[in-house]
C-alpha cells in the first residue's frame, strides 16, 4: 500500500519560514518524480515544486521560485519543502504526490499517489 505523509505545516508570521515532509512507504521516492503542490481557500490546486526521479533536478513555479526549495533524502525516503520569506498569499493546504510519467510535469492529474495535505498558513 502506498503511503505519503506531509508533516511540518502550522501557523507562522509573514516572513517566517517552514519545513515540510513527506514521508514515503510503499514506494520509493528516488523511483519516482515528486511533486509539491497546494491548494489555497477556495482556490483550484496548483504546482508548487518538483524534484525529478533519479537526477533530483528541481523546478519550480514563478511565484515561489527563490523562496521554496525542494529536496529529497534517500535514506529516509523523504522529500522536503522548505518555505522561506513566507507570504499571507502562500496559506494553503500543501500536498506531495508521486508521479509516474516520463516527464516531471506542473499537471496533477500527471500524479498518481497524494498525501492527506498539511495546511500552511502564514498571518500577515
Request: glycine residues 12%; charged residues 20%; contains cysteine.
Amino acid at each position: 500500500q502506498v503511503q505519503l505523509v506531509e508533516s511540518g505545516g502550522g501557523l507562522v508570521q509573514a516572513g517566517g519560514s517552514l519545513r515540510l515532509s513527506c514521508a514515503a512507504s510503499g514506494r520509493t521516492v528516488s523511483n519516482d518524480h515528486m511533486g509539491w503542490f497546494r491548494q489555497p481557500p477556495g482556490k483550484e490546486r496548483e504546482f508548487v515544486a518538483g524534484i525529478t526521479r533519479r537526477t533530483g533536478s528541481t523546478f519550480y513555479a514563478d511565484h515561489v521560485k527563490g523562496r521554496f526549495t525542494t529536496s529529497r533524502d534517500d535514506a529516509k525516503n523523504t522529500v522536503y519543502l522548505t518555505l522561506n520569506s513566507l507570504k499571507p498569499e502562500d496559506t494553503a493546504v500543501y500536498y506531495c504526490a508521486a508521479g509516474t510519467k516520463w516527464l516531471l510535469t506542473t499537471t496533477r492529474d500527471d500524479y498518481d499517489y497524494w498525501g492527506q495535505g498539511t495546511q500552511v498558513t502564514v498571518s500577515s
